[in-house]
Nanobody
Framework: EVQLVESGGGLVQAGGSLRLSCAASGFTFSTYGMKWVRQAPGKGLEWVSSISTGGALTSYADSVKGRFTISRDNAKDTLYLQMNSLRPEDTAVYYC???????????????????RGQGTQVTVSS
């Protein structure tokens, strides 16, 4: 059974930082591209960032580019999202998601996924 468990969310002031983690199990983590998506109150699902299977390729939504960094540790089956210079508009539930992409030379953008976790709340106060 695929399981994705996010942690690291919380309340932070604007300009602050948080590091999200996602522990994966139930599949061969290193085989698949991964991504982070988020959902703000009253809004639809928004793609945040993606990373290739080995971590060599990454991609970011324009809204977070230069502030967020996605990474992965395949030895620990864990995905990360380092979030710096947080803004109130970053407030959302953040989800770790598994893609079906197995190529190490391709990064899948957009909010599509086949499994996602239960999410972790990030709240940024102004």
């Amino acid at each position: 059974e695929v399981q994705l468990v996010e942690s690291g969310g919380g309340l932070v002031q604007a300009g602050g930082s948080l590091r999200l983690s996602c522990a994966a199990s139930g599949f061969t983590f290193s085989t698949y591209g991964m991504k982070w998506v988020r959902q703000a109150p009253g809004k639809g699902l928004e793609w945040v960032s993606s990373i290739s299977t080995g971590g060599a390729l990454t991609s970011y939504a324009d809204s977070v580019k230069g502030r967020f960094t996605i990474s992965r540790d395949n030895a620990k089956d864990t995905l990360y999202l380092q979030m710096n210079s947080l803004r109130p508009e970053d407030t959302a539930v953040y989800y770790c998601a598994k893609t079906t992409t197995i190529s190490p030379w391709y990064v899948e953008k957009g909010p599509n996924y086949d499994y996602r976790g239960q999410g972790t709340q990030v709240t940024v106060s102004s």
